[in-house]
């Protein structure tokens, strides 16, 4: 059984850093891509950043592009997203994915998100 376990969220004031961590699990993931969604209340949710299970290729959104680092550790089949220099429209609940690029189709595998609060 398939598991993605998001951790690090939190509470920051503007300008601040968070790290995210998922931690995936019951499977091989070689060669999927691994990726962050973001869902603020009452919006869609909308792609963040994703990288190849090997790290080899990295996306970001434009919103983030510059503030926020993916990264995996396949040692400890983890996946980082560094957020530094956070903006309160980057609150949201944050979502860890898994699958065949483009990210976002109902095959992926989802974590049960953990919650940003950026305060102004």
């Known amino acids: 059984q398939v598991q993605l376990v998001e951790s690090g969220g939190g509470l920051v004031r503007a300008g601040g850093s968070l790290r995210l961590s998922c931690v995936a699990s019951g499977r091989t993931f070689t060669g999927y891509t691994m990726g962050w969604f973001r869902q603020a209340p009452g919006k869609e949710r909308e792609f963040v950043a994703a990288?190849?299970?090997?790290?080899?290729?990295?996306v970001y959104a434009d919103s983030v592009k510059g503030r926020f680092g993916i990264s995996t550790n396949t040692a400890k089949a983890t996946v980082y997203l560094q957020m530094n220099s956070l903006k309160p429209e980057d609150t949201a609940v944050y979502y860890c994915a898994a699958g065949v690029w483009p990210l976002g189709g109902e095959n992926d595998y989802w974590g049960q998100g953990t919650q940003v609060t950026v305060s102004s």
């Open positions: 990288i190849t299970w090997s790290g080899g290729s990295t």
